[in-house]
């Protein structure tokens, strides 16, 4: 066993895919550190960090998620924090991040700063490409060959669609990368890269979730987790509303998971961490780990007609407002030639009376002119 002696309380770790022995961590009071298990006392049971940032130029909350990311050296990495930035680093060089993006709704007119709770980074869907979950429970997509656009930022659903909470996982599909899911308040929510609403919703667990995962080697089952205890694992493949299995991790609420293996081997070993610190260790049976005959192309499909089915309700939401701007404009054009046409009405009604007025004052004289005659004569 090695023991990490951090400058802070670690919030996330993460192994470098390059190099088993080095580890990137960010901390609570917003630092980012790594270690070498290779270095003196490394394998005595303590390693201090290699480096770390510089307070001053680290993120002002603690450090949400971190990932190593692509680069020719193989030493870069990037951060998320509750601050809303999304940092991008190299571990010889702390002193100053590479780059700082501010997660923010709308960067030219200053938009709302949204605070970064989860981080997702694939390399195979793009070394520029960055998913983040935030606090206010919508999912941001950072594209750095984009920055003249919103400084490559565009936003996913922030009405309906959104969480309620939270957002404490977020994971591209392992073999269907524009896919990815999110996890947060009660549900599970899996979302496509063409559309800006989720295309599946899971139903309510009957407890807060905390965390979720994709099992790595079967590409329809994902496992989430909550503050009840339980580990709830989905299989698309032979359910979709609902859950296949359930088990009780513990009392204590669960708050991390970890599946071990790839999309070609692996997928058993799953490690759970709970509030109170432990760690249990699962190996689940060969259904839910080894892949099924033509699940990829079954799994595919059912996402694919999700996709389309929101695309249909997307074109039909914006006929439907069309058609009522439609209504609005005629309206307001039939109210504007009706107090147009007001003026014209009041003249011709003033031009009646004055008629009716004069014609009846010519009746009265005439009447009063013949009545003069008539007493004439008699006289």
Not at 44 to 67: A, K, M, R, W
Not at 144 to 166: A, C, E, V, Y
Not at 289 to 307: C, D, L, S, Y
Request: aromatic content about 8%.
């Amino acid at each position: 066993m090695i023991e990490l002696l951090p400058p802070s309380p670690l919030c996330c770790l993460r192994f470098n895919p390059k190099s088993t022995d080095s580890l990137v961590g960010g901390c609570y009071n917003g630092l980012v550190t790594c270690f070498d298990l290779r270095k003196p006392n490394g394998l005595t049971g303590q390693c201090s960090p290699l480096n770390s940032s510089l307070i001053e130029t680290s993120h002002y909350d603690p450090v949400s998620d971190i990932f190593w990311i692509s680069s020719k050296t193989g030493h870069q990495c990037a951060s998320v924090s509750t601050d809303g930035k999304l940092m991008l680093w190299d571990t010889r060089k702390l002193d100053k991040p590479l780059d700082s993006i501010i997660l923010s709704s709308d960067a030219k007119s200053g938009g709302v700063t949204l605070g970064g709770s989860s981080l997702e980074y694939n390399t195979e869907a793009g070394p520029t490409k960055y998913l983040i979950g935030t606090q206010q429970g919508s999912v941001v997509a950072v594209n750095l060959r984009n920055r003249k656009i919103n400084n490559g930022i565009s936003m996913f659903d922030d009405g309906p669609g959104k969480h309620h909470g939270p957002i404490y996982s977020i994971q591209r599909n392992p073999i269907h990368n524009k896919y990815f899911m999110t996890i947060g308040d009660w549900t599970a929510k899996i979302w496509s890269e063409d559309l800006k609403n989720p295309i599946i919703t899971t139903k309510y667990h009957d407890s807060y979730l905390t965390g979720g995962c994709w099992s790595p080697s079967r590409v329809g089952v994902f496992y989430v987790i909550g503050t009840d205890g339980f580990l709830n694992i989905w299989d698309f493949l032979h359910r979709q509303n609902d859950v296949v299995y359930s088990h009780k991790i513990g009392n204590a609420p669960l708050s991390s998971i970890g599946i071990q293996g790839n999309s070609q081997s692996g997928g058993k070993l799953v490690a759970v961490g709970d509030s109170n610190g432990a760690v249990s260790l699962l190996e689940v049976c060969d259904s839910l780990a080894v892949p099924q005959n033509g699940e990829k192309a079954a799994i595919n499909a059912i996402f694919e007609r999700e996709t389309k089915k929101e695309k249909n309700l997307e074109i039909r939401e914006r006929e439907i407002k069309k058609a009522k701007v439609q209504e609005l404009e005629k309206a307001k054009e039939t109210e504007s030639s009706t107090d147009e046409n007001e003026p014209d009405e009041k003249m011709d009604e003033i031009l009646r009376n004055i008629d009716e007025a004069f014609n009846r004052m010519m009746k009265e004289s005439a009447y009063d002119e013949e009545k003069k005659d008539m007493d004439s004569h008699i006289e």
